[in-house]
């Protein structure tokens, strides 16, 4: 599977755009190492940037992961998550688009 958001997919209004993406709970509670794998091609326009949270309450964030600048094709990320994930029993993740 995979998540798709085109900011520009219709027409450029001129205004801001901040679009969430948030998960179901995560049980990490076995798990003393966490990561998150994923494939990303991110195309920087102005001061947008792609950014991931975790969060063990759905309320307060912690920035993990953050692009802003272009890259030239699909490229594999793997991000350490254990320092806010690892032996937690409900973990949320964010995926915020701003620009």
Known sequence: ???LFMSDGAT???KPE???MISSAINCSAYTY???EFDE?????NSSAGTIYVSTDNATWS?????N????????IQVDLT????NQATVYLKFNFYF
Do not use: N
């Open 34 to 36: 966490i990561h998150l």
């Open 63 to 67: 920035q993990a992961y953050t692009v």
């Open 18 to 20: 901040d679009a969430d």
């Open 1 to 3: 599977g995979f998540a």
């Open 41 to 45: 091609w991110f195309v920087q326009r």
């Open 69 to 76: 600048s272009t890259e030239g094709s699909a490229t594999h």
């Open 12 to 14: 450029d209004d001129g």
């Open 83 to 86: 320092p806010f994930a690892a």
